[in-house]
């Protein structure tokens, strides 16, 4: 796809943009002009290597990483998340509810899954693993309709709180 939009591209060579100029009068008013620059022509007089403009970010405004020490118990935590996901998942609670402790795409996710589930999901067990400080991966069984299902999630403490990264219904 990058080829085909590389090749349908004028570069502002090829076009020769005359300024128009319209008559309203005593003053006469240039119209705007449209000039199509390329990003490899801009000089910022800036080396790209040394300071890539799209890495800039500022270290005390990020999203600071919590130690596991001051967050609560994963395993509760997981239950309670799953269980409020899968309610969204069943159309019983708003999704809104969520925002605060999901990254975008699961949020997105749960958005986008509103509903789909019939009945009423019940969280059974939570499995729990914690591959690093801060970092807990955890797999919840729930019951649906006489039948156990499985969720596959991880939660990363950011920022005093777990924020959950992946929530994968199985």
Same mark, same amino acid.
């Given at each position: 796809?990058?080829?085909?939009?590389?090749?349908?591209?004028?570069?502002?060579?090829?076009?020769? =943009?005359?300024?128009?100029?319209?008559?309203?009068?005593?003053?006469? =008013?240039?119209?705007?002009?449209?000039?199509?620059?390329?990003?490899?022509?801009?000089?910022?007089?800036?080396?790209?290597?040394?300071?890539?403009?799209?890495?800039?970010?500022?270290?005390?405004?990020?999203?600071?990483?919590?130690?596991?020490?001051?967050?609560?118990?994963?395993?509760?935590?997981?239950?309670?998340?799953?269980?409020?996901?899968?309610?969204?998942?069943?159309?019983?609670?708003?999704?809104?509810?969520?925002?605060?402790?999901?990254?975008?795409?699961?949020?997105?996710?749960?958005?986008?899954? =509103?509903?789909?589930?019939?009945?009423?999901?019940?969280?059974?067990?939570?499995?729990?693993?914690?591959?690093?400080?801060?970092?807990?991966?955890?797999?919840?069984? =729930?019951?649906?309709?006489?039948?156990?299902?499985?969720?596959?999630?991880?939660?990363?403490?950011?920022?005093?709180?777990?924020?959950?990264?992946?929530?994968?219904?199985?």
């Amino acid at each position: 796809m990058s080829t085909a939009l590389a090749h349908s591209v004028i570069s502002t060579r090829e076009l020769d =943009f005359q300024p128009h100029h319209r008559d309203v009068g005593a003053t006469l =008013f240039p119209t705007p002009t449209l000039e199509i620059v390329h990003h490899a022509e801009l000089d910022l007089g800036l080396e790209e290597s040394a300071f890539p403009l799209h890495l800039v970010s500022d270290p005390d405004f990020d999203p600071q990483p919590t130690p596991r020490a001051s967050l609560p118990h994963p395993r509760i935590w997981a239950g309670k998340y799953s269980q409020a996901a899968l309610e969204v998942l069943a159309g019983r609670r708003n999704v809104a509810q969520l925002v605060r402790w999901s990254n975008r795409p699961v949020y997105a996710h749960l958005d986008r899954r =509103f509903g789909q589930l019939k009945g009423m999901p019940r969280v059974m067990k939570v499995h729990l693993c914690e591959p690093a400080d801060g970092i807990a991966e955890a797999s919840v069984l =729930f019951a649906l309709d006489q039948r156990v299902r499985a969720v596959a999630m991880r939660l990363e403490g950011l920022d005093g709180r777990w924020l959950t990264t992946s929530f994968i219904v199985g």
